[in-house]
């Protein structure tokens, strides 16, 4: 009966330490496909932000083309505004130095008018002088 119950006993204690070993490869089984499931998770949740921030940024750069674009417009606008303005400045300018010139060019006549009178005089005198002496 003794061995029976040595045989017993050695047999109990086979299949206790199995059981017992058995239970942390369970364990650590576990752990390994939760960590594995948490690290794939995560890079699900990274992926998922990196798509985020993709589409902030698309949006922010379409937003800031549009923004360009109008303020691009609106210089135009001034840019023309301003030339007008400055083309109708100029063409007062233009006629205004029109009649100076106009009036340059009446005087520069009337000048040398009286240049070739006085040259007349001139000789009309010489000549008037010679004769008198």
């Known amino acids: 009966m003794e061995s029976e119950d040595a045989e017993f006993n ?30 794939q998770e995560t890079v699900e949740d990274i992926n998922h932000s990196r798509t985020n921030d993709q589409k902030v940024m698309d949006d922010f750069q379409e937003k800031l083309a549009e923004k360009v674009t109008e303020t691009c417009r609106q210089m135009k606008e001034h840019m023309y505004t301003v030339y007008e303005e400055n083309s109708d400045e100029m063409q007062v300018k233009l006629q205004e130095l029109s009649k100076v010139l106009e009036s340059c060019s009446k005087l520069n006549r009337e000048l040398l008018e009286a240049a070739q009178a006085l040259a007349f005089l001139r000789e009309g005198l010489a000549m008037s002088q010679r004769s008198e002496s």
């Open 10 to 39: 050695s047999s109990k204690d086979r299949s206790s330490n199995m059981s017992m070993c058995e239970v942390p490869e369970q364990s650590s089984s576990l752990g390994i496909e939760d960590i594995s499931r948490r690290a």
